[in-house]
């Protein structure tokens, strides 16, 4: 069974996973792409290489675990199109980037905000976080 036939019979029944974002073996994966000509990692993938410019991007499935490089509190609401967790009030969420070791860091929500529970080098994995209909990518804590 192919990747594509692995994510869409993950997909049966549920939420529609965001582009970036694959179940492989069970668990959640970031795709992105490596140049051909010059092997350098973009996330997300693109047509084309933004380090030299090449136009062969050849699909690559990212780590399931990296590194928490850097840290934030999000304590606004931002503006649309941001998708409120529940009907509920505003709740502050973590943004980081996480390192995968030997391809790129990668920007995306934290499922922890708590400053106590945050460190910087901290061990942290892919998971999938639904969001209204769809369902995106979040890190947490490994």
């Known amino acids: 069974m192919g990747p594509r036939a692995r994510r869409d019979q993950a997909q049966a029944g549920s939420p529609q996973l965001t582009e970036p974002l694959e179940v492989d073996g069970g668990e959640p994966r970031l795709v992105a792409g490596r140049c051909v000509e010059c092997g350098a990692y973009t996330f997300p993938r693109g047509d084309r290489c933004p380090s030299c410019g090449g136009g062969e991007v050849e699909r690559a499935l990212l780590p399931r675990e990296g590194t928490l490089w850097t840290w934030t509190t999000q304590g606004f609401e931002p503006k649309p199109p941001y998708v409120r967790d529940g009907d509920g009030d ?4 973590g943004v980081g980037y996480v390192e995968f070791d030997g391809f790129l860091r990668v920007e995306g929500r934290l499922t922890e905000s708590d400053p106590d529970r945050l460190r910087i080098g ?3 994995r ?5 969001r209204g209909e769809r369902v995106a ?3 947490a804590p490994a």
């Open 122 to 124: 901290m061990p942290m």
């Open 90 to 93: 505003f709740v502050p969420y």
């Open 126 to 130: 892919v998971v999938a976080l639904p």
């Open 137 to 139: 990518y979040a890190f």
